[in-house]
């Protein structure tokens, strides 16, 4: 009797198991399902809830820090990206979010030296096309805009409908003199959205430049 008592309470304890690893799970991906849905409070509060069981849980580091940026809470997104590291050196997703905040808060050289540590450890990373946007904007904060125009080209590359980055690729063009590219640039972003007044506006001064040459 004892025997069987003994070995129903293990059956027990095996599903219980089963059924909180599911449930951990789920909500994993609950929270990942309200950062896509833009919910990021939500987000936040799901990942906070797993963090308090699993404070080693290496994908809801991930995703609260993706869901505060996106709130615009840098210092405290910092936080979590930081502990993330402390679990994962060389997790890519981790060192991207600390470009991505440290570009956000105006450190420059930080962010540079993230975004490329994450080009050297994921040079087809999911975020490959973000990075060299990032990288782009931060040489034009810097007045290096031949090093953006190599940038922003390569963002393009890996986006290549994004009428923003298009604009922003003809003016790293127009500052850097390169007024023919710079058309360019302004004439494909103005394809993709004729409205954008940024790209109009940019490609009337590069052309006025060009004419008075």
Known sequence: MKKRLFFCGGLFL?????????NQGDTGADA???YKNRNYESAVTICKSELALNPGNLESHVVICWSLISLGRYEEALNYARQGRNLSRYEARIIEILGEISY??????????YFQ??????????????????????????????HADIALSTAVHYMPLNAVWWTRLGYARENARELATAVQ???????????????????????????LR
């Open 104 to 113: 956000y808060q105006g450190r420059n050289k930080d962010s540079l030296e």
């Open 32 to 34: 990942l399902v309200e």
């Open 185 to 211: 640039a302004y004439e494909r972003a103005l394809a993709l959205n004729a409205q954008y007044a940024d790209a109009r506006r940019g490609l009337e001064r590069t052309r006025q430049a060009m004419a």
């Open 117 to 146: 540590e994450y080009v050297n450890l994921a040079p087809e990373g999911g975020r490959i096309d973000w990075v060299y946007y990032f990288i782009g904007e931060i040489y034009i904060r810097l007045g290096r805009f031949r």
């Open 14 to 22: 095996l599903f219980f198991s089963r059924g909180f690893a599911q």
